[in-house]
């Protein structure tokens, strides 16, 4: 039986993919040429995908409500039994038609032209709503009012999909609040309830404070923590960095701070220590593949952010300081998408800026551990030369690796802090920019 792979046709400049709003075939369907398929939505129009080719539906492989990008395999169609069929028979591309009318004159091959779409009232006044947000909205329960409330990032003030994306994450961690912020009694159950002074000032917790103390009490009680903990002279690192800091800047449009250097030391361990580069659900250990490096950021009202670099081990020090710069940037502005805090596979915290030596951080779960950097001091040091050890003064940080015990034993963990600290000591200091 020959096998017809039906992909999503391209659908006009600079659309790169449509939702899935109705199928009109169902598996083991016999279908012929020309037959409409299913219905797409995208940020331009609804159309209807016809068949090129005469057959049975064999499966369907994505489902209504998924958004596929042109070019992916939607469904396969077999078209032929016992060898009867001529396969040498050439076969259309996917015809899409618009479910309106198009003047013959504006409608070349593809390229579907934009109509006139349900508006609504927004905070930047009268707004279009494309049959993609539409679609979407409708999907996930947002009312029209609800959609004059989300400010568009698309071109003059339009939404798009990942303004609804980023709209129902905060819509729904509101509505989950009182799940997943653990009651303040239940939080400190042994305490006595403390009561104010008069002269004493009572300040509500916001939201994202509630769910960072959330987060963190549900990490302590999953995850038995130990923390480890090693100093390390990076004296050359530090004449390095001081050295090339004015021309990496000129290079790269980017400041060379200290956390950069950590990342890629962090990355390149986590290369020859994978197992440290773990998640645990359930019973099972899920050993990622991709490097993604959280770096936690403080706010400027006090609380806490985690960005996340990811693929780390495959970006130079120039692209590291760039994101770092970039991911910092927005999230004092409050400008992050959120992909850029989830998927993080490790995180990096630097204590360091504010003078600690060290500290014992918590694990950003799911991840497995957290490294944190302590400040940068003069010490004396025992140093080896060609007549011995002698004592000279050094730049050295303590670092301090905290990891869940349940995956990561004590060999695994101090194997993995030695090895970021070798890393940084050896750093090679004829390295150019």
């Known amino acids: 039986m020959n096998r017809y792979e039906l992909t999503l046709p391209a659908m006009g400049e600079g659309i790169i993919e449509a939702a899935i709003t109705r199928w009109f075939v169902s598996p083991g369907d016999k279908v012929s040429v020309d037959q409409p398929l299913l219905e797409v939505a995208t940020d331009k129009v609804d159309s209807e995908v016809y068949s090129p080719v005469e057959g049975l539906i064999s499966r369907l492989i994505y489902n209504e409500g998924e958004i596929p990008s042109v070019g992916e395999v939607i469904a396969i169609i077999d078209t032929g039994t016992n060898g009867n069929d001529d396969s040498t028979a050439p076969v259309k591309e996917p015809v899409l038609k618009p479910d309106f009318p198009v003047p013959e004159d504006n409608y070349v091959q593809h390229d579907l032209i934009s109509r006139p779409v349900t508006g609504v009232d927004n905070q930047n006044g009268s707004m279009f709503i494309s049959p993609l947000v539409r679609f979407l909205a409708k999907q996930r329960g947002i009312s029209a009012s609800e ?56 300040i509500e917790m916001d939201r994202m404070r509630k769910l960072i103390a959330s987060h963190m009490v549900r990490s302590k009680r999953a995850a038995p923590h130990v923390t480890s903990f090693l100093e390390a002279d990076i004296t050359p690192l530090i004449e390095w960095r001081e050295r090339n800091k004015s021309l990496f800047f000129r290079r790269e449009q980017a400041k060379l701070t200290f956390t950069p250097l950590f990342v890629e030391a962090v990355a390149m361990a986590l290369k020859d220590f994978p197992r440290i580069n773990v998640s645990l659900t359930g019973e099972k250990i899920i050993l990622h593949k ?21 693929n780390a081990d495959r970006e130079n020090l120039g692209g590291i300081a760039k994101k770092i710069a970039d991911l910092a940037e927005r999230a004092r502005n409050n400008t992050l998408m959120p992909s850029e805090i989830k998927g993080g596979t490790f995180t990096i915290t630097n204590i360091g800026q504010y003078n600690n030596l060290t500290g014992t951080p918590i694990i950003n779960q799911p991840e497995s551990a957290i490294l944190a950097i302590g400040t940068i001091i003069k010490k004396p040091w025992a140093v080896k030369t060609s007549q011995g050890y002698g004592i000279a003064v050094r730049d050295i940080t303590m670092l301090s690796l905290t990891y869940d015990h349940r995956v990561i034993d004590g060999a695994l963990g101090g194997g993995f802090l030695s090895k970021v600290a070798w890393y940084l000591e050896h750093f090679d200091i004829s390295r150019e920019i």
């Open 147 to 202: 959609l004059g409330q989300i400010r568009g990032s698309g071109l003059d003030g339009r939404i798009i999909k990942d303004d609804i994306q980023n709209y129902i994450i905060h819509r729904n961690a509101r509505e989950d609040e009182d799940e997943l912020i653990i009651p303040m009694a239940e939080l400190k159950p042994t305490l006595q309830e403390v009561v104010p002074e008069t002269e004493d000032e009572i």
């Open 290 to 310: 991709n490097i993604n490096v959280g770096i936690a950021t403080a706010l400027p009202n006090g609380n806490l952010i985690v960005p996340v670099i990811r």
